[in-house]
């Protein structure tokens, strides 16, 4: 059986939505273009929470009021 952080490391569109209220359909989109980390095994997504907590960070704007 996986351990609890490796369960927890992947997430499903639909988890990912839940967190990051970001809409699946948006997800798709910004899959397409190719500008959030994401893995595809046959039909299936899964987002690599650390990868995405990078890209936050990354995509992250400083010193607006």
Excluded at 33 to 51: A, L, V
Aim: aromatic residues 14%; hydrophobic residues 40%.
């Amino acid at each position: 059986m996986l351990n609890t952080e490796v369960q927890n490391r992947w997430l499903s569109p639909k988890d990912f939505e839940n967190i990051f209220k970001i809409k699946q359909s948006t997800q798709a989109k910004m899959r397409m273009n190719k500008t959030i980390p994401f893995s595809k095994i046959g039909k299936f997504i899964r987002y690599d929470i650390f990868e995405i907590n990078k890209w936050f960070e990354k995509h992250k704007v400083i010193g607006i009021n």
